[in-house]
């Protein structure tokens, strides 16, 4: 599929992001146990996002000097917009993490190792998901006004469950792991696994960490097959859709703890979320009728998320 990419873009996009990567986890204490104040949470959301920003700057100015300015401009564009699409449907994924740490009593010092591999494994993940995806969108166009659909249908199912609480009680993937694997009683630190001497033999064990970690990386996988055909409703560029969605991805984990004190004030969001995923689903069905500017997108989307949290904290009682 055609894409703007060229192996220096490659070159550059996969160096910032290792780059960025080994500065988080070695270099400010990302592998040592301890809870991510505010502070950091804030710190890094705003160094993610400075950096993505940054990025989009430097794409525009390559494709200026080596294509068109016109060109630049669209690409730019379509990197922003699907920057922030991800953004804001990984909001969801964010509030589903925050329950499955509450149900389990994950104390706040060890979340931040589960998402550095629930983070780690979503990059590998998704670009596996976007690759395949280009290729079947390549080879069957008409795959297009199947995502649209799936996404419209979505969309319409986030709107009206917006209220519902989840239980992890009967989970099927949580009682498939009770059932198939040793499970200990208590969480052992930061442990995914431990041996145990069972009546003279050493047996491993799985910790109830282990099971939080499976479930993270699974709602990753679920929310990916939302977010992703909603970035091919604003490009199919290979380039443009990876580059967008891993951006979002590394600066998932701050915004976690950025949110994870507030996210009872967003009562509303999710309406703002399923609204993002209705116009995204209809402007796929849509595609060969009638066209929809990319700068129109990037304000309806920034629209009905901006939106759906003012009123959100309008709407805020008062605490007695």
């Known amino acids: 599929m055609e894409s703007v990419a060229t192996p220096m873009?490659?070159?550059i996009f996969s160096g910032v992001v290792l780059l960025m990567l080994a500065i988080d986890l070695f270099l400010v204490g990302g592998g040592k146990q301890h809870k991510v104040s505010f502070k950091e949470a804030a710190t890094w959301s705003v160094i993610w996002v400075t950096v993505s920003m940054l990025f989009a700057a430097g794409l525009w100015w390559y494709l200026k000097v080596n294509v068109n300015v016109d060109v630049a401009n669209?690409?730019?564009l379509e990197f922003i917009t699907g920057y922030l699409i991800e953004k804001?449907?990984?909001?969801?994924?964010?509030?589903?993490?925050?329950?499955?740490?509450?149900?389990?009593?994950?104390?706040?010092?060890?979340?931040?190792?589960?998402?550095?591999?629930?983070?780690?494994?979503?990059?590998?993940?998704?670009?596996?998901?976007i690759f395949g995806g280009v290729w079947l969108i390549e080879q069957f166009h008409w795959l297009l006004y199947l995502f649209g659909a799936f996404l419209l249908f979505t969309g319409i199912k986030m709107w009206f469950s917006a209220e519902q609480e989840t239980d992890l009680t009967n989970n099927f993937l949580v009682l498939w792991l009770k059932r198939n694997f040793n499970i200990t009683e208590k969480l052992e630190g930061e442990k995914f696994f431990v041996k145990r001497s069972i009546n003279g033999k050493i047996l491993r064990y799985a910790t109830p960490l282990f099971i939080v970690l499976v479930l993270v990386e699974c709602?990753?996988?679920?929310?990916?097959?939302?977010?992703i055909p909603a970035i091919f409703a604003i490009t199919t560029d290979p380039?443009?859709?990876?580059?967008s969605n891993i951006f979002a991805i590394l600066g998932l984990r701050a915004m976690y703890f950025l949110l994870a004190d507030m996210a009872d004030r967003f009562s509303l969001l999710k309406y703002g979320l399923a609204l993002v995923l209705i116009f995204i689903g209809t402007k796929m069905l849509l595609l060969d009728l009638l066209t929809i500017p990319v700068w129109l997108s990037l304000g309806l989307v920034a629209f009905f998320i901006g939106?759906?949290?003012?009123?959100?904290?309008?709407?805020?009682?008062?605490e007695k």
């Open 9 to 11: 873009l490659w070159a």
């Open 74 to 76: 669209s690409k730019t």
């Open 88 to 129: 804001s449907l990984a909001i969801d994924n964010v509030f589903v993490w925050l329950m499955i740490f509450s149900y389990f009593a994950i104390p706040a010092e060890l979340q931040k190792r589960v998402l550095i591999w629930g983070v780690l494994g979503a990059i590998v993940l998704r670009t596996l998901m």
């Open 219 to 227: 709602s990753d996988i679920i929310f990916a097959v939302d977010s």
């Open 239 to 243: 380039f443009i859709v990876l580059t």
């Open 307 to 318: 939106g759906s949290i003012i009123l959100s904290l309008r709407n805020k009682t008062p």
